[in-house]
């Protein structure tokens, strides 16, 4: 069974739990079995209703029609809700601070224009999805033990038995870190042997940043590979030949979505290599495979997708996106409808059709798509010294842009923090305030025109109240000269009179 293993200050390997077993019921001491041989009918018993009954079309139907008043009743304080901050000029002549409110005014709007433009120009760039390439280096190494070399000091001279109890064995790890740049050591060279460094160490780390030091972890073996495979090429000649011969370790799948008020299951840790032991007397050949963790799942293509998009290996995601650029660049798609690509000798190649559509693509790719070959390693086990020397290996691999996870948190943030919320709540509240600004200047205005001629303004407002009553009421009078010029009827007041009078006419229809 492969170990886990860890360096110091990391975490360590997790156990599997222990299964807790479900104790029996037994019956208590004293009771009496009794057994039940009725010859006559059992007891009557009466129909019991269930809890939950199901509901009436009526009760359906109400329901609906609460649950459309309180949405009509949600949607009326919505529109009710004052939305306007803007201060009219008007108040400027009353208090000279408004300058500044409509100062601060335009610099938010600005401020809003930056933002919106910076966070299109991260989309942008989350978009073309690059790449980096970086070195994973794996030590290889064995120790053996238990030999027949290794064991002389434990024969008994006076036995005609030259043979040991001993079970002759090896131990083989498998080690593998992310280098950084110009770095060539080994995992073991980087781990502290001295406790006291390390919790010297520990104690000048602690006063950094905690999110910041953790984005600088290398991603670790457990990481970089979902499976590792070994199988040993025992020769015939080895005492344990075809037994036991393979060792293999599978990444566990992502623990499932804890139920609500439940704890949080806990993932697996992750671990930075791993060894074990097996049975071997000759020294063997053996073969490790490593399967790479890629996310989003990268496949294998056909060769007919390879001419296509130019690529050996890629995600569905990028398939599909190669396949649309590929027909846009050569003008396969329809001048009328957009989904629909006219296949040229490539395409028609791969899909043995002279029209596809692009909801179609993901379906038709599917035969040409294939697991990726895993990284196959030769490795020599020896067992005729103690201790090998680690065996180096480098493997390219790919990982997203170190920015690029930041990015995307900021594109699919939501407006949810309590700094949005706090922020939303103070909108609505200037939103209150220059509403009541906006009618304390409207009272303003009426008591301060009342005041400096009173008769004027009341025999005013007196004819204007007159005359917006007539329009409601369609009473007024129409002149006739008025009547012929065309801005007559581009008036508000003809069209609400219109309207009137044909919603007049409606309610008396359904009558």
């Known amino acids: 069974m492969a170990t886990p293993i860890n360096y110091p200050g990391r975490m360590g390997p997790q156990y599997p739990h222990q299964q807790i077993q479900t104790p029996t019921r037994v019956p208590a001491q004293g009771a009496i079995h009794v057994q039940q041989n009725r010859r006559g009918p059992g007891p009557m018993v009466t129909h019991q209703q269930s809890g939950h009954q199901p ?31 803007t201060i009219s000029s008007a108040i400027e002549e009353i208090a000279p601070l408004t300058t ?19 966070r299109l120009d991260v989309q942008d760039s989350v978009a073309k999805s690059t790449k980096n390439h970086r070195v994973f280096r794996l030590f290889i190494s064995n120790t053996a033990f ?18 040991t109890d001993l079970v002759p064995s090896f131990r083989m790890k498998i080690e593998g870190r992310l280098l950084d740049l110009e770095d060539g050591s080994s995992p073991s060279e980087s ?31 457990s990481q970089i590979f979902k499976s590792i495979r070994v199988e040993i090429l025992r020769s015939n000649m080895d005492p ?37 032991e097996r049975k071997l007397e000759v020294s063997a050949p053996c073969t ?34 190669g396949i649309w650029e590929y027909a846009y660049l050569n003008g396969l798609q329809d001048r009328d409808e957009r989904r629909n690509i006219t296949c040229d000798e490539k395409l028609k190649k791969a899909f043995k059709m002279d029209r596809i559509q692009v909801p179609q693509i993901p379906e038709l ?17 020896k067992v005729d010294t103690a201790s090998t020397s680690p065996v180096i290996h480098d493997i390219i691999i790919t990982e997203d842009e170190p920015l690029r996870l930041r990015m995307l948190k900021v594109i699919n943030s939501q407006m949810t923090s309590p700094l949005h919320r706090n922020l939303s709540m103070e909108d609505d509240n200037i939103a209150v305030l220059v509403q009541a600004i906006n009618h304390s200047k409207a009272k303003r205005d009426f008591w301060t025109s009342l005041g400096m001629d009173p008769a004027a303004f009341i025999q005013q407002w007196v004819s204007s109240q007159k005359r917006d009553l007539e329009v409601i009421l369609g009473e007024k009078g129409v002149d006739s000269e008025e009547s012929r010029r065309a801005g007559f009827y581009q008036r508000d007041a003809v069209a609400q009179n219109a309207y009137l009078l044909l919603h007049g006419r409606d309610q008396a229809g359904m009558r």
């Open 191 to 221: 781990a502290p042997e001295n406790p006291e460094a390390e919790g010297s160490k520990a104690a000048a780390d602690a006063g950094k940043d905690p999110k910041k030091e953790e984005s600088k972890i290398p991603k670790k073996l």
């Open 240 to 276: 344990g030949f075809g037994e036991n011969s393979i060792a293999e370790w599978q990444k566990p799948p992502p623990p499932a979505p804890a139920k609500p008020g439940a704890a949080a299951s806990t993932p697996p840790a992750e671990f930075d290599g791993f060894e074990f």
């Open 100 to 118: 500044s409110y409509n100062d601060i005014r335009g610099m938010e709007r600005r401020l809003d224009a930056a933002i919106m433009r910076k």
């Open 55 to 85: 509901m009436s079309q009526a009760q359906m139907q109400q329901q609906v029609a609460q649950a459309r008043a309180l949405e009509l009743e949600q949607a009326k304080r919505r529109a009710r809700k004052p939305t306007d901050k």
């Open 288 to 321: 490790i495979q490593l399967v790479r963790d890629e996310q989003p799942e990268r496949f294998q293509l056909s060769p007919e997708l390879q001419s296509i998009l130019d690529t050996t290996e890629d995600s569905r995601a990028g398939i599909m996106l």
């Open 365 to 381: 790719i599917s035969p040409h798509l294939k697991p990726i070959e895993p990284i196959t390693i030769k490795y020599m086990i």
């Open 146 to 163: 238990n030999q027949p070399w290794q064991g002389t000091a434990s024969l008994d001279e006076t036995s005609f038995d030259f043979s």
